[in-house]
Structure formats: C-alpha cells, structure tokens
C-alpha cells in the first residue's frame, strides 16, 4: 500500500527519514534536489567546517606533528623523525601506562557496565517506583570528576578523619583500616572504585531504554507461561538490551581509556607510578616536564588507541546506513 | 627696532635660561620619573592562599604610591609545580612585565630562551648593592648576567612541632641525629603513633634527603649533585640514604603507604590537627598555615627546629628555596617592572611580608616585626652555608624520576636498594643534562 502524498513540508522531511537508500534518493528528487545545489549546501556548512577545523583538525594535525619533535621547556624544537615513538616504547614507564589504562579501562567498564544494566534490569520491573533512584543514581554521571575525585579522598583518608576507615573501625574491624591509596597494590583499586562510581548512571539509562524497548507482548508471554522473574532476566531482557549494552560498553571503554581527571586528583598516578595510565603519563610529560613532542608521541599512540576501539564500534552501528 | 647684538644678546639670554631650565629639569629627573609613572603592571602569578593575599597587598601599597600604575595579575592556577602553567602561557603569547619565580633551573630555562632581560644595569643605578648582599645577586645571577631579584627566602632545614607533645613526651627539641632518633620512642610511648610526618605522595618526602645530603656531605657536593659534576650512584649519595634509612629503621615516619597517601598539607594535618605525628620537615609556608588555617600561636603552640646535627663535618648547612622576580625582555612597561623591582626591595613591601610571616633578604627590612619562630629560622639561616633545595635545581624529567626512586626507597631502604635507586636517578641524569 503507498503512503498518500502529504503537503506539509514536516511530514516530507519525516517520511524522508523513514526512507532508505533509493527511496531517499527518489524523494529528493522530486523535491527538485538536484547537484548544482551543492554549493549552496557547502556554503552552509563553512561555519561547522570552520569551527571543525579549528577545534579537532588543526589541533590533531599539530599534536602529530609535534610528536616527530623533541622539544625540551622552552627550548627550540628538533626534529627526531620518529625519534620519540622508539623511545617511547622503550620507556620502561611508558610500558606499565599501558598495562595499568588496559587494567583500569576494562575494570571500570566491567563494574559501571555490570552494575548498570543490572540495576537497569531490576528498575524496569517497577519503572515508575525506581524513577527517583534511577534519578539519584543517573546524577553521580552528572558530577565532575575533579570534585568526585576530592569526595573520594576524604572517603579514603589513611587517618581517622577518612569515612572508609571509619566505617570499617565502627564495625568493630579497625585492622582493617588502610591507607588505599597509599598502597601500591590497592591504589588502583580504589581509583576503579571511584571512577566506577560515576560511570554507574549512564549505562544504566542506556540499558533501561533497552529493556523498555522489549516488546510488552514478549514479557506478558514468559509471564504466562510460568516465568520467574531471575528467568526473564536470563533469558529475555538480558539478551534483547544487549544493543543498549554494547552502546554503553563503548562509551565507557572510550572515557576510560582517556581518563585523567580523577587519577589527577586521587593518586597523581602514584604511588611509585602505580596508578599511572597513557592519560596522566601525556600529560606529566606534556605539562610538568614540557616535553610537548615525546608527550604528543603518547598521545598519538592513545589516539589509534581510541581508533582501534570506536572505527569498529561505528562501522557496527552504522552498517545499516547508505 | 632691534639691533644685531640686540638679537644676539637675546638669543644667548634665551639660551641660557634654557640651559638652566633642562639643567634644572635633569636635576629633579628621578622624582619627576617615579611621579610619572603609569600604565598597566602585567604580573605572572601563580601563588595561593595567603601567599597570593600577601602578594595582593604588596601590590596594593605599590599602587598607592604610583597612582598612575594600575597592575594586572596573570593568573596561573596550578597544583603543585606551576612552571607547565607559566610556559603554556608564555608560548601562547600572553606578555607579562613580571614573572614571579622561585625554580632556579627555570630561570636559567626561561633566559635561554630570550624570554627575561637582565637587570644588572638596574642593580647598579637603584642601588640594590645597599640593600641586597652580593650572595643574593650571585643567587640570581647565570654566567655572570643577573635575572633574578630574590624578595624572600626560607629555611628548608627547619622541624616544625608542636609544644603540647614535646612537653607530654618529656623531651626537649632534639639537637643531635642521636637524640633525634632517640625521641621517637619517647612519642610513640606518650601516644603518637608516628613521629615523623612524611608526605610522600608527590615530592615532600625528599625534603629529608636533601638535608640530610647536606649535612652528609657538603653543600658544595649538593651542587655538584645538582649540576651533575658527581654521578648519583656516589658514596655521598648512598651515605646520605643510608642515614635516612636509619631513620626509618628507628620507627620514624610507619609504613610506606601512610606515607605515600598523604602530600606535605596531609602530613602537616597529621601533627597540627590530627595530632598523631609530630615532626614535620616543610618550608616556611607552614607558618602562614599554622597560623591561618590550625590558629595557633607561633613561638607558642608550635616551634621549629634546626635539623640535627649528624657530626659529620657539615653541620653547619641549611637549604633554601627562594622566590625571585624576572623581567621579561618583551613587558610593554619596563619603567613601572624596574620601579615594583625596587619597591620589592624596600622596607615597606618587606615589612608587609614579615606580617605574614615572610622574611626578605633585604637589610631595609624590620626584622623585629617577624614572629619567633621566623626569627629563629632566619638566625640558623645567616649562621649556616646555605644551598638551594636540590629538587628546584634539577632538570625537570630528572626531577620527576629522583622523587618516584625516593619512593622506592622508602617501599626498601636496604643496601641492595639504595644501589638500585641511585643507579636509576643516574641512568635518568645521564640523559637529562
């Protein structure tokens, strides 16, 4: 059956939205698009192409270039050709960067996600009793991490005055107390519990309109057939919000891999380096020793990083597209 | 109608009363020059807390004996090390007249680069010599050619604690290393669990290497250390860590990861608030913060002692850190820089920092106006030979890997480990210089 024609401009663009591939192509043609309109179309988009190019392209150009240079403080620049990528692989530091950001990023993405859709699965059983926890929950998301970051020290203070400590000291367990962040085997730990604090919220909405997205009739028939609640879980909503998840592990895999704000603030990527990620290590040796080209060559390296994860990850969700 | 000598006689009396008049102007030029003063001040700034409140008011008194000079702060806002923050600004073009300083290897950095102008030429014609003895010059100077004008300095050699627990452990300051490391058995049996506070989670838990250095081996072996003339994999080097291992070994600071989870203000927390450590080896800003953010009473509730002697032959040493002045070869009003250079200097700015409990260096400084526990530092400091905390003279990559080894350290002062350790920082020497 053909859709009648429509008069208003609105729903042409709508019903253009709908269309795919040669059905786009068709209706713009009817709408009397035709090539020699493109210069109209580039003459609009000059203002994103410029701020585009001021923003992302001329910096990213910059940074690339900059890494081919060994450039100490204020000193002239040298050109090392690819001088700082070997030395860079070579850094013994640099080496435990990657090892503690591929630590650091899967844990984080691990819990934020886990928790999020969990609780995201547990909420959609009473949407509108949990809207004020999802609301509460979704707000961590909304925090900067600098100021999380100083939360969380006064969580972890090694004295009497941190709330963990405490905590742990009330329920009759002062043994226990610990300076986390001061240990080099539960620094890092910390750091991920913190960070995965804030990173709860998002997967959770994401994950929540996945599980809203379920048709009703798929649930109403578990239901009917004697479905226990932990099986619809199992078995329908964790299967059918997957999309909603492998959205939400992408975003996370991204922020964490760039994370600095909080490692900034709690550890300093100490101690003895052990918090250390690709994040903070650019920046320590970008802005506390100056070194703008060896810290560019590690920013480089973090960008094919980022790369390697989002080009596949965009190619998955935009194959459908023409 | 006029005669020819008539016109000459004019022209020679017109002459004459101009050279009298210029004659008379030259005479009063100074004056007339500070009175004429005006334009805008840039200053680069990167200090907090009273520091910053200090320098504000300093500024303040500047403007009101120039008020045709208005002064413009450049902020840098910066955790910890600020030179990132002062490079990125310079490099982005910002133009500033004064850059507040106090890394020596950063001056020596920032004149390398064309960014400061010297100022030997104002040192000789405002008579700074008067006010400012040659070592501070010298302090200021590279390759001869003076940059920096130094308006305050501090005792780094300094223990800071607090009466209460001295009085409940029954002990007195210590002045020997023996005594020292016998006091903290008497602390910890009056209650304190750790009686040195070590903050070593950036750079603070050097402070006691560097003393401890100098009273080891010489403040002309530090400098030798600082310009790389003697390796780190030295004897002087390993002698002073295992001094500093004898520390730890007597129980001092607990266990590395207390210390690694506190920075200096955590560590000064632990003897000033919490009340759970009670040395504390910091620079002088921990009086402002004694004073200001715990209330309490200098000379009173708290007091500072000179590092103990070791009886090694170097006892008389003391480091110091230093905060300078740069004029910039490109500030847009040199004159008015010159002139704050020379009110920086004089007695109404250093009286102004002495309220804050800051000394000068300056002879037209008030030294009564100072607190006890400033004069008592100032005094250990004219009595000693002093050198420049080592940690502000090194190459900054170097600086970052000499911390993170002094971290290892603490995690292991064995021997086996204080070989590793000063092997690494030697390895990173070797490329930095």
Known sequence: MSNPATSSGVADVGRASSLAGGGRRKLAATRGWRFSNAPVAFFLLIPVLVLFGIAVVFPLIETIRLSFFDIKGLGKPKYVELGNYVKLFADPAFRNTLTTTLTFTLATTVVSVGIGWVLAMLCSFAPRLTTAFRVMIFSAFGISEAVAGYMWIGIFRPDAGGLLNTVISMFGFPGFAHPWLGDTNTALGALIFAASWGGVGLPLMLCFASVQAIPKTVLEAAYMDGAKPMSIMRHIMMPLSLPGVRVAIFINLLGALRAFDIIYVLTGGGPVRSTETVGYFMYRESMTQFKLGYGAAATVVLLLAVLVISIPAIIQRTAGAK | MTTTSGIASGIRRRSLMAAVSIAALLSFAPAALAQDLSGELVILQWQGGTDAEMWKKVEDAFIASHPGVTIRELNITAQGDARGG??????????????????????????????????DEQWASFGWDQKLSQSWKDLGAIGGVTYGLTYTYGDRSGIWYKTSHMEKAGIEPPKTWEEFLASFDKLKAAGYATPV??????????EWFESLLLRTAGVETAAKLAAHEIPWTDEAVKTTLKKFAEMLAAGCCGDPATMFANDWDGAADLVFKAETANYLLIGMWNNARARNDYGLTEGVDYGLFQFPTLGMGHDDTSSVDTKELNATANGANPAVADAFLDYIVGAEAANIMAGYGYASPSSAADSSLLGPVQQTATAAVAQSKVQFVLGDLLPGDLVDEYRVQLQKFLQDPSDANIDAVTAAIEAKAAESY
Request: glycine letters at 10%; charged letters at 20%.
């Open chain 2, 86 to 119: 002062i490079r990125t600004a310079i490099l982005g073009g910002e133009v500033v007249d004064i850059i507040i300083n106090t890394w020596p290897a950063f001056r020596a950095e920032l004149a390398d680069a064309g960014v400061l102008r010297p100022i």
């Open chain 2, 197 to 206: 506070a070590v903050g070593a989670k950036y750079w603070s838990h050097a």
